[in-house]
């Protein structure tokens, strides 16, 4: 994951409207860059309002190993905890792929793209 990227999450929604909140992602969501990506989840988890989505936008990853996928999955977790959903946009075939080996393709609601 990109270091310009580790602390950007984006609210994609004016201040009188509770939408998404967007995490971009770039690079690789790997064993080496699990923890980068596991504070800027955290991160928009603490800063998105009340009941707002938050889609991580996969457009610039290039590959999820394990260590992603479960932080990826401790981030919905907490996301569950503090009403809020994890939404994975523009996932590509590889972590799809993943996803279903791992039988956890039902946990994340997938968007084709990223909309603001």
């Given at each position: 994951?990109?270091?310009?990227?580790?602390?950007?999450?984006?609210?994609?929604?004016?201040?009188?409207?509770?939408?998404?909140?967007?995490?971009?992602?770039?690079?690789?969501?790997?064993?080496?860059?699990?923890?980068?990506?596991?504070k800027?989840?955290?991160?928009?988890?603490?800063?998105?309002?009340?009941?707002?989505d938050?889609?991580?936008?996969?457009?610039?990853?290039?590959?999820?190993?394990?260590?992603?996928?479960?932080?990826?999955?401790?981030?919905?977790?907490?996301g569950?905890?503090?009403?809020h959903?994890?939404?994975?946009?523009a996932?590509?075939?590889?972590?799809?792929?993943?996803?279903?080996?791992?039988g956890?393709?039902?946990?994340?609601?997938?968007?084709?793209?990223?909309?603001?």
């Open positions: 994951m990109a270091a310009e990227d580790a602390a950007v999450a984006e609210a994609a929604a004016d201040t009188g409207h509770c939408g998404p909140y967007v995490v971009p992602v770039s690079g690789d969501m790997d064993r080496d860059h699990a923890g980068e990506l596991r800027t989840l955290a991160a928009a988890l603490s800063q998105a309002p009340e009941g707002a938050i889609v991580v936008d996969l457009r610039n990853w290039s590959f999820c190993d394990s260590a992603g996928l479960n932080t990826l999955l401790d981030a919905r977790r907490q569950v905890r503090t009403g959903v994890l939404r994975l946009a996932p590509s075939h590889q972590l799809l792929r993943l996803l279903e080996l791992t956890s393709n039902g946990f994340f609601p997938l968007d084709a793209s990223v909309s603001n």
